[in-house]
């Protein structure tokens, strides 16, 4: 059974994006249809992230990082459909935002990414369902990459505020600050 429990922090943010139960539950139905194309969706989201310049250089600027990225990829977006909504899973995801903003990855690349989950996501889906199940499946992905891109959001504006006194390359040292304080067991506010 999907779950949406946890801190009043978490409910306070599954509130805001008006994810329910029900949206839970849809994301869990969808798992066996969608886990088996982890690697797909992966290999087709860095495909289309590596048509940008800017965003190709990042991605291939060190060796190892974008066959290490598949990995990240695939398991974040297995997460989107284990229907368990919690403050693990908003810690896991608040990390993202705080990742990129250390790699110097603007925002403004981050959300049309997230975007393109969604046109990936629903090619599979236009063929895998049939039209009358369409509807709450959709509205269930929508929901769920709307709390993933809230929490991102939110954890890349606290790097930019840790950093915004410090000058050039503040957001990234502000971001590796609040890394290595979560790693000292501050945490990411996943369960405040
Ligand atoms: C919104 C869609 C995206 C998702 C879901 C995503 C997912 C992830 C995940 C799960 C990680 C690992 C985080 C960790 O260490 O805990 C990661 C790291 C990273 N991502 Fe993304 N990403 C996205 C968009 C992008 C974009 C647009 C770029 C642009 C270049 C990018 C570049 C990176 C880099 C440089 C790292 C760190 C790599 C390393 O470990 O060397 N990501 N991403």
């Known amino acids: ?6 801190s009043d922090a978490v409910e306070r943010r599954l509130r805001r994006v008006g994810f329910g ?22 290999l087709a989201f860095y495909d289309h992230l590596g048509q940008d310049p800017e965003t190709r250089r990042i991605l291939w600027g060190e060796p190892g990082r974008v066959e290490r990225l598949y990995e990240s990829f695939e398991g974040w977006y297995r997460e989107l459909f284990e229907g368990v ?3 693990d899973y908003a810690a896991k995801r608040l990390r993202v935002g705080v990742v990129h ?19 990936l996501a629903l090619e599979h889906l ?14 269930a992905l929508g929901k769920v990459l709307t709390l993933d891109t809230t929490l991102m959001a939110e954890s890349y504006e606290r790097a930019v505020a840790a ?7 503040a957001t990234q040292r502000g971001a590796a600050r609040i890394l290595t304080l979560a790693r000292s067991g501050a945490g990411l506010g996943g369960g405040r």
């Open 101 to 119: 903003a250390r790699y110097g990855v603007p925002l403004s690349s981050l959300i049309p990414a997230i975007g393109q989950v969604y046109s």
């Open 126 to 139: 236009l063929v895998a369902l049939r039209p009358v199940e369409l509807p709450s499946a959709l509205e």
């Open 1 to 6: 059974m999907g779950a949406v429990t946890g």
């Open 21 to 42: 139960p029900e949206h839970a539950e849809r994301l869990l139905e969808l798992k066996p249809i969608m886990h088996p194309l982890a690697h797909e969706m992966a």
């Open 85 to 87: 909504y919690d403050a």
């Open 163 to 169: 950093g915004v006194e410090d000058g050039e390359g």
